[in-house]
């Protein structure tokens, strides 16, 4: 009996949270701290994630978040969220026309209330940073989240795309 409390308070303490990044932190890979641990200013064009979901607008939602962490983390961001979705071509062209070293894209996948009695929040995304000079992904990550019932979807993409925009 002691081992399945300690495995449910496991659970609740660690939540239900999923994150994978593929590649290393937002600030060494975007080259942001020079030799010296000195921030340097860094300009990312962001877009619109696509959005995969049945819920409006989810992927210009959650890309606002986006802009107001990196904003908050020091980064120069400019805006294209509330433009249409661009290819990726399309993107990075705009991105150097803006003068942005580099460009952030992604999806949204999951941006829900789930069914049930709580009707807990759900949001799945997937982010990547660009280099807008040749199109080589710098910064790539993957996550999924959900909350109790008395939060709102806004506070749990949030904390995930916090997590995911970690810079350490």
């Known amino acids: 009996m002691k081992l399945l409390q300690i495995f449910i308070l496991l659970f609740i303490i660690t939540g239900c949270s999923t994150l994978s990044r593929v590649s290393e932190p937002l600030s060494n890979a975007l080259d942001s701290v020079d030799k010296d641990g000195k921030p340097k200013e860094v300009t990312i064009s962001v877009f619109a994630l696509k959005n995969y979901t049945d819920t409006p607008q989810a992927g210009m939602r959650s890309a606002n978040i986006i802009e107001g962490i990196l904003l908050a983390k020091g980064f120069r961001v400019v805006s294209h969220v509330s433009e249409k979705s661009y290819n990726l071509e399309r993107a990075q062209e705009i991105a150097k026309e803006d003068g942005s070293k580099y460009f952030l894209r992604g999806g949204v996948s999951e941006w829900r209330y789930k069914t049930g009695i709580d009707g807990e929040p759900a949001v799945s995304m997937q982010t990547t940073i660009r280099k807008s000079?040749?199109?080589?992904?710098?910064?790539?990550?993957?996550?999924?989240?959900?909350d109790w019932g008395n939060s709102s979807i806004g506070t749990t993409a949030h904390d995930l795309l916090e997590l995911m925009l970690e810079t350490y």
């Open 133 to 146: 000079k040749n199109s080589k992904v710098v910064w790539s990550a993957t996550g999924s989240d959900s």
